[in-house]
């Protein structure tokens, strides 16, 4: 009889964190090349003493009992406001995300959303191939200088820090709103201020906060119309945070200048309007998309699910659970 655990992806993942799985448990995933529903993956889910979830794939109570005997379920993301964490602690069932090792590809994703709306990129290559390239012309699709310039982080976690570490690079004052006070950043020279101060003073606002019920809509209309009508709006951290339907009518009525966007309200459908808009650079959810990490996040989430299902703690667990 086959005592090995059984382990689920609900992806195929990249590198080799499938084969180590393999090479231990019962390990199958779900080969199509698209998420489970949620339906889908509560069928899945019976049975798995270790499950891999997507960041778009709600995890449960409901989940947890249909999984009875599950004991750890692991993130691939680093955030995981996709979980019921209370619920998993009262189940003893042990969760984990993927910190760290996205942390420079998602603020590289931030800056380059960044120069890609300051210097108007995707909108200058679309032009440039469709032929509308008539000359050099000293007025001729004008952007905002990004040096010199100063950027408000909202969030100043790992990725927040790490975007503060790039600007520093390009001479930008820095300030930050953090709902505590951060030393990694302050020693990069980043002044802490209220919100307000944030938004009504930053050229550029980066928002790096993780959703929950107090992040949600934290930028909404009032938001928005207090920042600077010439300042950009950049979000890599989860749609919800920002009111996109208030954001679609800033940008459509000049109350901020642009937005660069990874992620969005109900992904992957857009706001009404967001995609006609020319000063917004839309991105799908990229941040961590390198070849690199992807392969270092599954093979965080595979050692979390082996400590685990060896007796062990996760090495980067979420919760804590009385044993
Ligand atoms: P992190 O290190 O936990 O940083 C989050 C920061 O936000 C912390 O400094 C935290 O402050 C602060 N914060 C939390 N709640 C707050 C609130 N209500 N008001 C003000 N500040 C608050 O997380 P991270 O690794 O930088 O990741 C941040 C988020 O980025 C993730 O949660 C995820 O949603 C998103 N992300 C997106 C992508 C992408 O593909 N676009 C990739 C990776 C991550 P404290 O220190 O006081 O808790
Ligand atoms: C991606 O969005 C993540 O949270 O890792
Ligand atoms: C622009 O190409 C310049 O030389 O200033």
Redesign the pocket.
């Known amino acids: 009889m086959n005592k090995r655990k059984k382990v689920f992806s609900s992806r195929k993942l990249p590198g080799m964190a499938m084969e180590r799985l393999s090479e231990q448990f019962d390990f199958t995933y779900n080969h199509l090349d698209r998420n489970l529903t949620y339906e889908e993956l509560l069928e899945e889910a019976k049975g798995k003493h270790g499950i891999i979830t997507m960041l778009s794939d709600r995890v449960d109570g409901n989940l947890m009992d249909a999984a009875a005997g599950v004991e750890i379920i692991a993130n691939y993301?680093?955030?995981y406001?996709n979980m019921d964490v209370d619920a998993a602690t009262e189940r003893g069932i042990y969760l984990s995300n993927t910190?760290d090792v996205?942390?420079d590809d998602?603020a590289d994703?931030a800056f380059a959303l960044i120069l890609a709306c300051a210097r108007r990129i995707p909108e200058a290559d679309r032009l440039t191939r469709n032929g509308l390239y008539k000359g050099w012309g000293p007025e001729f699709m004008l952007g905002r200088s990004v040096s010199g310039k100063t950027l408000g982080i909202?969030?100043?976690?790992?990725?927040?820090t790490a975007v503060a570490r790039r600007a520093v690079g390009f001479g930008m004052d820095i300030v930050y709103?953090?709902?505590?006070r951060?030393k990694d950043v302050e020693n990069l020279g980043a002044k802490y201020v209220s919100i307000k101060k944030l938004l009504s003073e930053s050229d550029i606002v980066s928002v790096?906060?993780?959703?929950?019920k107090?992040?949600h809509h934290?930028i909404d209309r009032a938001a928005l119309e207090s920042m600077k009508r010439s300042s950009i709006l950049i979000n890599?951290?989860?749609g919800p945070v920002v009111d996109e339907k208030a954001l679609v009518e800033a940008l459509e009525n000049g109350v901020i200048a642009g937005a660069g966007l990874?992620?969005y309200e109900n992904e992957p459908k857009l706001a009404d309007g967001l995609s006609s808009l020319e000063n917004a650079v839309l991105c799908p959810?990229?941040?961590?998309?390198t070849r690199e990490t992807r392969g270092k996040m599954a093979d965080i989430a595979a050692e979390n699910i082996i400590s685990v299902l060896n007796g062990g703690l996760p090495k980067t667990g979420i919760n804590e659970v009385a044993k």
Not at 177 to 180: A, L, V
Not at 208 to 212: R, S
Not at 285 to 289: I, Q, V
């Open positions: 993301a680093v955030g406001n910190p996205l942390t998602t994703m909202i969030g100043a976690g790992r990725i927040g709103y953090n709902r505590s951060k790096h906060v993780p959703l929950g107090e992040t934290l890599t951290s989860r990874d992620v959810h990229l941040g961590s998309a």
